[in-house]
């Protein structure tokens, strides 16, 4: 099995593209570990994906509400392809996994459940998880696991943008008006409690760091840091300090905020289970 693109993740592949399709169709199964840690970063993009919708047609600007909707349909063609495959571990479809679970069942980090807020704030957690992403399916690209490192390199070409987009605002923001910088450095304040979570290990990371297949977070910490602080100071803004928020460590722990999205993202599926359109 060989997958390579350099398609954007919810494009129709042509050629040796992989699309979720493939992952189905290749007849790959993922043990239940890897099925976990697939999990992880399936539901962070799932949930970035819905909060980053809620700006479509109220974005500040035409061009930014397409571009906005456009990092928001990456983030869901992320979530199918990891949900896809973590599916294969127990029979189940990517639609199974994001509309049939309950809340505890779902192992996203707070950073992505966090409300839009304002623009600022909108573009701060933007920020922090574009240069966590980078550093994550950069390294991710070079698995032990097949299907993981092909899902990652196609992932890492689209977050190239996605931290160019944010790093981009963040600069417009900071050294623009007294009003924007602002603005720009509250969402910092808001979001930042939330990095500490994106760099948390637990047992099954470890596990699979060890045999070649995860990366493991807390290594992505320093290069993490290392990436977003000359973009911070070169927008005249302050990196925030504060302490980080209890986290809950992907255990099923988690806010109120992960109800709303998941009211709103499953009201239709449950309603009229198999409905197609």
């Not at 799932?46 to 571009?67: K, N, T």
């Not at 839009?116 to 704030?121: E, L, T, Y």
């Not at 910490?221 to 809950?248: H, K, S």
Request: charged share 25%; with cysteine.
């Amino acid at each position: 099995m060989s997958f390579a693109s350099a398609d954007s993740a919810t494009r129709i592949s042509a050629g040796e593209a992989i699309t979720p399709e493939d992952i189905i169709e290749a007849d790959v199964k993922a043990d239940e570990d890897v099925a976990t840690y697939a999990l992880y970063l399936g539901d962070d993009a799932l949930m970035l994906a819905q909060r980053l919708g809620h700006w479509i047609s109220r974005a500040p600007e035409m061009e930014e509400d397409v571009a906005l909707a456009n990092i928001a349909q990456d983030q869901l063609g992320h979530a199918r392809f990891l949900l896809s495959y973590a599916g294969t571990a127990w029979d189940k479809t990517e639609d199974d996994l994001a509309y049939f679970r309950d809340a505890p069942e779902f192992r996203s980090v707070r950073l992505v459940e966090q409300p839009n807020g304002d623009f600022g704030q909108t573009i701060a957690r933007q920020l922090i998880f574009a240069c966590y992403q980078y550093e994550l399916f950069s390294r991710l690209s070079n698995s032990k696991d097949e299907t993981l490192a092909a899902v990652a390199a196609k992932a890492f070409k689209e977050v190239m943008y996605h931290l160019d987009h944010a790093a981009q605002w963040t600069l417009r923001l900071g050294d623009g008006t007294e009003e924007s910088h602002r603005r720009m450095q509250e969402g910092l304040f808001y979001m930042w409690p939330y990095v500490e979570e994106l760099f948390q290990d637990d047992d099954l990371l470890r596990d699979l760091s060890e045999r070649g297949i995860a990366v493991l977070p807390s290594s992505l910490r320093e290069a993490f840091d290392q990436r977003i602080a000359p973009i911070i100071e070169q927008a005249t803004l302050e990196l925030p300090d504060v302490r980080a928020a209890f986290g809950g460590n992907r255990t099923g722990r988690y806010s109120e905020h992960r109800d709303h999205i998941l009211t709103e993202m499953q009201v239709l599926a449950r309603q009229f289970p198999g409905a197609k359109w």
